[in-house]
């Protein structure tokens, strides 16, 4: 299989993506192979493999979510959070539409696939801007910070919303059936924030970190997305095939991305580990406790807390050495 740039094609017949059924013709693109559908009390429920894929990923992005907010002093906590929130967003939208609880005949199907197309691309926009958080060029947790991330990822949405239902629609110039824009935003702007990210944060670990350790974290996370990837795009059909339409490329896909993202924030969670101490000096407190009952009674305790001072009161008189009982 050939994938050609601008052409999906090749791709919706191998895989079954949110945008194949309005693409390249009026009814869209089918997949030669698809995951076998059941019936729920007479509702055709598509893809329940994925479906629980989905359940998980949102149990697991609000663990790591709690995780991340309890971290008040880590660098780059809130930008972070906003992309885990968005891939929260992606992957309640994905129940919706790959479980076709929103039929792909449904006037409202391409408006919450523009959607979807929209979010996929902004989330992609966010994690590409928390890329260079790291490098200081803007103090994290500011305004200006928050904001340019925020207006980023907004415009980015807007402009792949306005593609993709312009691309449904055949408006503005857009064609469903030469779907360039669509290629662009929905395939290449990925890849492209994926590949920046890796680079970004193996320059920041070589050069900013001393810790080594992390560099794991970012090669399974790599690898995992690596590995989705390409069981979407080249595998589907044969795995599909080969288990009897149980499942399909579009599980392991969304297996895979869940891993990738759970790599990011192990990432994120190693380098900023050390910026939970709320220590406010640079000695540490030194605490010692005693307890009078292992030094006796209280009389016997006064006595040894005067007897430095006796001693040294009449070190003087008695040429340092302490007066005898007898002395007048």
Known sequence: MGIQFGDFTSLCETTALV??????????????????????????????????????????????????????????????????????GIEFSAIFLDSAIIPTANSAYPWFAAGYTGLVASTYC?????????????????????????????LVFGASFFIAIATFKNIAGFNYTHPIGLWIVYILWPLI?????????????????????????????????????????????EICHTVVHYIDGVFFFHACMLLTVMMIYKYWDSITCEDLEFSVGNKAAVWEVKDPLLLGSSSELDMEMEMPLNLSAHSSQYGGYPPSPSSP
């Open 19 to 88: 945008i194949c059924p309005l693409v390249e013709t009026q009814f869209g693109v089918s997949p030669d192979c698809y995951s076998r559908n059941v019936d729920v009390g007479g509702f055709l429920f598509f893809q329940p493999s994925t479906f629980f894929v989905h359940i998980i990923a949102l149990i697991m992005t609000t663990i790591m979510i709690v995780h991340i907010r309890s971290k008040y002093t880590a660098v780059g906590r809130k930008e972070i959070l906003m992309f885990f929130y968005m891939y929260m």
């Open 193 to 237: 924030c994926a590949l920046a990210y890796l680079i970004s944060q193996l320059v920041l670990v070589f050069q900013t970190l001393e810790d080594r350790w992390p560099l794991g974290d970012i090669i399974f996370g790599a690898g995992f997305y690596g590995i989705g990837v390409a069981i979407l795009i080249a595998f589907s059909n």
């Open 126 to 154: 966010c994690i590409l801007i928390n890329a260079f958080v790291g490098f200081q060029f803007a103090e994290d947790g500011t305004p200006l910070s928050l904001w340019s991330l925020r207006i980023s990822c907004f």
